[in-house]
């Protein structure tokens, strides 16, 4: 039970990866704080896990909104007396590129994905700081480094990985540490039925998707202190797509085999 006594607050909490978070939190003893803008999702699954017996509790959130964290953190601290950890989890995506985008819906991706991360550091550090200290995650995505047809999805989690290192040098007086995981894909409401999947598994050296339990894994991991020497950081979950998907891609295109000797042409 390595995260015994610790909180932990999940944005985007309610579905997908962040309710993976929240249950594979709790199986390793910690309470989370579910916070989320789709109450009924997030009532139920904070419901489904005081019910196995594990300490869990919903709140309507919307990581837009200073007030809103603010009022999180109150929330949270009456709940439990202390916040440990914080995984700024809430995100979305607009796949319209940059031309067919408009300033309304790059404000909006702006405000979940990045500023929702800076309000959520700003907001919950100070709480860390009272209780000793913990640990950040932040939900980045192999999209921080690879451009694609989402000018505000790509442009926001390379943000969250400045704001990653900016955390870690700031917080660190405050014995807290902040890194950012980039998962490849995982089929969550976020992408499901996109055209964009099953070449995107291809290209992928593993062969498959990510699944929402292992990147909760690392969460787990990044939060507890097993993690203790790791701040700063950005760590790709993606089945080696940043570090070998464009050999994978350029071979299948190619026929080759990577896995023949190859003979090189004199
Ligand atoms: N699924 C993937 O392939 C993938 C890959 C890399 C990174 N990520 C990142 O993982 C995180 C979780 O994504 P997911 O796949 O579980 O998607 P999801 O759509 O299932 O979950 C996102 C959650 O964020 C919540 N949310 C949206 N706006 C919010 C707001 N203003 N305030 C509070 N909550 C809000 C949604 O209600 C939803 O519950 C996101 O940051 C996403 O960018 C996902």
């Not at 419901?47 to 990581?63: K, S, T, Y």
């Not at 590129?97 to 550091?121: D, H, K, Q, Y």
């Amino acid at each position: 039970m390595k995260l015994n006594g610790k909180v932990v607050v999940i944005s985007g909490g309610a579905r997908g990866v962040g309710a993976a978070d929240a249950e594979r939190l709790v199986a390793d003893g910690a309470a989370v704080a579910i916070a989320d803008v789709l109450d009924a999702d997030g009532e139920a699954l904070a419901e489904r896990l005081r019910g196995d017996g594990h300490q869990a509790r919903f709140w309507h959130h919307d990581v837009t909104s200073e007030a809103s964290w603010q009022t999180l953190v109150d929330a949270v601290r009456d709940w439990q007396g202390g916040i440990h950890g914080l995984v700024n989890n809430a995100g979305i995506v607009n796949r319209s590129g940059i031309t067919g985008t408009s300033l309304e819906a790059w404000n909006r991706i702006i405000g979940v994905n990045l500023t929702g991360v800076f309000l959520g550091m700003k907001t919950v550090a100070p709480a860390m700081r009272d209780a000793g200290g913990g640990a950040i995650v932040n939900m980045a995505s192999v999209a921080a480094w690879v451009g694609h047809n989402d000018p505000g999805y790509t442009a926001t989690k390379a943000g969250v990985l400045g704001l990653t290192r900016t955390g870690a040098a700031e917080y660190v007086d405050w014995n807290i540490r902040v890194n950012a995981i980039c998962p490849g894909i995982v089929v969550t409401a976020l992408n499901e039925g996109g055209a964009h999947l099953e070449p995107w598994r291809r290209a992928t050296p593993l062969g498959r998707f990510g699944k929402t339990a292992e990147v909760a894994t690392l969460i787990s991991f990044l939060l507890s202190d097993d993690s203790a020497y790791i701040t700063g950081e950005d760590i790709a979950i993606d089945g080696g797509f940043l570090a070998a998907g464009s050999a994978r891609r350029i071979s299948l295109e190619a026929g080759i085999d990577l896995t023949a000797e190859q003979k090189v042409a004199s």
